[in-house]
């Protein structure tokens, strides 16, 4: 079967750095997508991910390597606000999103 | 008025009622879907439509009905549904459905059946 693993939870401290890891087992791989969600809110597009290496936008960086199925979001400088929850989603060979479950980022002053 | 907009935000429900979930974006887009969501599990696909088709139903139970009139609006019918029913439902939206096209989502219906 088809496969997304996150941690459920994650604490840090504002102003420093954290890694989210995801890990995939998908039947064909067509991109990974990052998703941030609020309390209440809808989920935001963050990152997307189609080659290896890694992105940056700002704060927040995402790494690719399709040969490990292995995917992080790096979070620098965190703020408070950036506490929510983060969704790692991949795509697989028919273009079907299939979802992890959330990691809850807590960031603590 | 920009984005996906969903409405109700809220909807408490009797299993015997009968409800409709609105949702409409303002984005152009030409696919649209509806997800469940519930606490600590990923995110359910229930159905896609692309330019106006329903391209997935993704087994859901025929109790859940979808309808969409047009590429800028689709309805999510609800009858006689179960206590397990109870999730938030967010309608996205993105260019086509398919290919590299982040999802655009709604604020979600917080359904309660009671």
Redesign the interface.
């Known amino acids: 079967g088809q496969n997304?693993d996150q941690p459920?939870e994650m604490t840090a401290t504002e102003g420093a750095i954290v890694q989210i890891n995801c890990t995939y087992q998908t039947s064909g791989f067509n991109?990974l997508?990052w998703?941030q969600q609020h309390a209440?809110?809808?989920?935001?597009?963050l990152s997307?991910n189609?080659l290896d290496g890694l992105e940056e936008k700002g704060r927040f960086s995402s790494f690719l390597s399709r040969s490990k199925g292995y995917s992080y979001l790096l979070l620098k400088e965190l703020q408070m606000k950036d506490s929510a929850s983060y969704?790692c989603?991949v795509?697989d060979s028919?273009?079907?999103?299939?979802?992890?479950?959330?990691t809850k980022l807590i960031i603590k002053p | 008025e920009t984005g996906v907009t969903q409405t109700p935000r809220h909807l408490v429900m009797g299993m015997t009622n009968k409800k409709s979930l609105k949702c409409e974006q303002h984005l152009g887009h030409n696919a649209m879907y509806w997800y469940k969501q519930s606490a600590k599990k990923p995110l359910e696909l229930m159905f896609v439509y692309n330019f106006k088709e329903q391209t997935e139903n993704n087994s859901v139970p025929s109790r859940f009905s979808p309808e969409c009139p047009n590429s800028s609006h689709l309805f999510l019918h609800l009858h006689t549904l179960q206590p397990e029913d109870s999730a938030l439902y967010l309608c996205a939206s993105s260019g086509t459905a398919g290919g590299y096209s982040p999802l655009h989502f709604g604020n979600g219906t917080r359904l309660t059946v009671t």
């Open positions: 997304i459920t991109g997508f998703y209440g809110e809808a989920p935001t597009f997307y189609v969704l989603a795509q028919n273009y079907q999103l299939i979802w992890g479950a959330g």
